[in-house]
């Protein structure tokens, strides 16, 4: 049986620890896995070296793309319409897509929320130095990747994030083939070829939909770094903590899993959690503006936030904290 080949896309330097631990990972659970500076790539002495990476993209199964904050080298191959060139990485990513490839992308936490506020200022951006990026390109190419809308962007923080996303995307994939296969089986000898090629082919060009449409449960998406999640997590201090949610259902459960509890007896369309902490009570108020058709609104900005979302410390009331006999006074 063939074994799955996977390619590891990024920069080495800064990345190279990552790049390490998921490639001894997955070798363990029976991938072969291709990085560059391992000597996994044969160089070709009448080829240059970034075309010796192309070439062996094209004969892996799947690309995982990881993008830090380094631009990395520049690649030797204008795009067609652009004005400035792509690093290597970014030109891999490309060519693995174009090519009918399974593609991960991976984006480092602070580059991906720090994006999040270039998207909002764009227009506006010229002559800011990034605290988490050296290069804006990085950001203009992330753009492009959200835009097209086929293929998982997803934040990590540390190598165990990637590794056990991308264990569980090949396992469902798996799965979802031999089931396909199975069925197949019942039926005659032709039709079983064509359903089995056919079969392969959607689920290669599918998976990235399916993904979407399952809410993406094992991680991030552009949707799941929405700006009122952020303001959120900056809100109640809450640094490592994913929301995998894009819904209004899934945002109220998130507040809850933090120990509020839903206040349903006011008679007001606003939603309020309260919290008991020690001797305070702690009252989180949500605008019904935050949410469209029970999906959170990806319009909302920053600005917004702090009127949308309300977060307030008071003390508990004595009448409420003690009982009738114990009321000091």
């Keep these: 049986m063939a074994v799955p080949r996977i390619f590891i896309s990024s920069t080495c330097y800064d990345l190279k620890e990552h790049r390490f631990i998921i490639k001894e990972d997955l070798e363990n659970s029976g991938y072969e896995v291709v990085l560059s500076e391992k000597g996994d790539i044969p160089y070709v002495d009448k080829s240059g070296l970034e075309k ?3 070439m062996e993209v094209s004969q892996c199964d799947i690309l995982v793309g990881i993008i830090g904050g380094r631009f990395g080298s520049e690649s030797e191959i204008k795009q067609e319409g652009a004005d400035r060139s792509l690093s290597i990485t970014m030109s891999e990513i490309k060519y693995a897509l174009s090519n009918k490839k399974l593609v ?3 984006v480092d936490n602070n580059v991906d929320s720090e994006y999040k506020t270039y998207s909002i200022n764009k227009d506006n951006c010229n002559g800011i130095r990034w605290a988490h990026v050296d290069d804006v390109r990085i950001f203009e190419f992330l ?3 959200y835009e097209m809308k086929i293929v998982p962007i997803i934040p990590f923080s540390l190598s ?3 590794v056990g996303i991308l264990k569980k995307q090949l396992a469902g994939a798996l799965g979802r083939f031999i089931q396909d296969d199975a069925r197949a ?3 005659n000898t032709a039709r079983n070829i064509d359903k089995s090629v056919n079969s392969l082919e959607n689920s290669i060009k599918t998976l990235d939909d399916v993904v979407s449409e399952i809410d993406f449960r ?3 998406r552009s949707h799941f770094t929405m700006i009122p999640i952020l303001c959120l997590r900056n809100l109640l201090g809450i640094k490592d903590y994913t929301v995998l949610t894009n819904s209004k259902q899934g945002l109220v459960a998130f507040i809850l899993d ?4 839903l206040n349903e007896k006011l008679s007001t369309s606003e939603i309020v959690f309260t919290k008991d902490n020690d001797e305070n009570r702690i009252t989180l108020t949500l ?3 935050i949410f469209i058709d029970e999906m959170i609104n990806p319009k909302i900005s920053i600005e917004d936030c702090h009127e949308l979302i309300t977060l307030k410390t008071e003390p508990i009331p004595l009448t409420e904290k003690y009982e009738d006999e114990d009321i000091p006074f």
């Design 287 to 289: 605008s019904p503006r």
């Design 185 to 187: 089986s019942q039926e």
């Design 218 to 220: 094992i991680n991030g």
């Design 258 to 261: 933090m120990g509020f509890h």
């Design 52 to 54: 010796n990476c192309y």
């Design 143 to 145: 753009r492009t990747l």
């Design 160 to 162: 165990s994030d990637i």
């Design 104 to 106: 991960f992308i991976f």
